[in-house]
């Protein structure tokens, strides 16, 4: 993109007409986050039990005493050699993000289907300190519409990201978001997929601060997992 190079008053003019759309996208950002908070919740009934370091725990264990959890569904196969590159990236975000969400009633962790001493191998390569869960036993993955059987995968599409998803395969990203009241009763209050994840690439907010942008050929093919750029 070639820009023109102004005088400082002409560059003045044009950041304020940009500022006017970026309060309009704030003002939006904020009617639809009031809509976020509004929708109707649904009960989980199904009993999730999922490997952790401290032994076999249900969803509800895994707030951790708070009233609210955030869940990444990472990419995380079982035989896989390690997790997706662009999870990774997601997850590169959350241990800061933990310090402050720990002190605001809400817990945040990271699901996979991959074993618990494979997620644990490639946590500690990686160096994060937030706690990653196995569902290998159950059916947590499947039931939330990040991972596939085989069957499903043949079929040319997938149920992901609330409708048909023509792209195919076993694994997909999401985050979702869970509530559990005094009586220990858990509810589903949130789910995103897609690009929906972007909430948690907050690198991808600085790059679009950027000269350049996010500056992609093609979508996130230049994502590394951290300890592997040159």
Sequence with gaps: MQHAVVSSNDWLIARKA??????????????????????????????????????????????????????????????????????????????????????????????????????????????????WVSSFDNDFNHDFRVSFTPEEVSSGDIDYNFGEWRETGEEWPGVSAFYKNDAGEVFRTYSTYGRGVEVMMGTYDMLDLAPKGRNEASGMDWVRRHDRYE
């Design 18 to 131: 940009l500022l006017k759309a970026e309060k309009e996208l704030t003002r939006l950002r904020d009617k639809v986050a009031r809509e976020r908070l509004a929708l109707p919740w649904t009960r989980i009934n199904k009993n999730y039990v999922f490997d952790t370091p401290e032994g076999p725990r249900t969803l509800a264990d895994l707030f951790d005493g708070r009233s609210q959890l955030l869940v990444q569904h990472f990419m995380f196969a079982p035989g896989w050699k390690e997790g997706c590159p662009s999870c990774s990236y997601m997850a590169d975000h959350t241990d800061g993000m933990n310090k402050h969400l720990s002190h605001h009633d809400v817990t945040m962790i990271a699901v996979s289907r991959a074993p618990l001493a494979e997620l644990e191998r490639y946590r500690k390569r990686m160096g994060w300190q937030f706690k």
